[in-house]
């Protein structure tokens, strides 16, 4: 119950840091807001690491060298999201971005990439892909 709550405030938190980002690009520019938000994440981390006392800057070494710049891709994503609110609005914006994470989890998971433990992808996962795709493009019409 735990793990879907924190997905739940995760996903929340994301709209409106799209929507927040769509808002900021107006008066500075995309990658500008992307930036911004980047660095007021970087300092919120932080800060949430000292506070918390568990730093393990050691542990960092035991890292893959393409991992530790996993965060890289906050700015494509950043980037994506506000330019695709500005296009098609919030809401067609997250269930397309919600297509695109199932569809990439569900090829993580049934190929078993990045060392995460192979899962079966049955009939009914494609079928809820399949319905959430039609969703959205009702929504689109």
Do not use: C, E
């Not at 393990?56 to 070494?61: F, G």
């Not at 330019?83 to 994470?101: E, W």
């Amino acid at each position: 119950m735990k793990g879907i709550l924190f997905a739940f405030f995760a996903g929340a938190f994301l709209t409106l840091q799209g929507v927040a980002n769509a808002r900021i690009s107006y008066d500075i520019g995309t990658w500008q807001a992307a930036t911004l938000t980047q660095l007021t994440g970087f300092v919120a981390a932080l800060f949430v690491l000292l506070a918390s006392r568990r730093a393990n800057w050691q542990a960092l070494r035991q890292v893959k060298p393409l991992y530790r710049f996993g965060g890289a891709f906050a700015a494509v994503i950043i980037f994506g999201n506000v330019f695709a609110i500005q296009q098609i609005g919030v809401t067609l914006t997250i269930s397309t971005l919600l297509i695109a994470q199932l569809g990439l989890t569900f090829l993580i998971d049934s190929k078993g990439w990045f060392g995460v433990k192979k899962q079966q992808v049955t009939w009914p996962h494609m079928v809820g892909i399949g319905l959430m795709i039609a969703g959205v493009v009702i929504l689109k019409a």
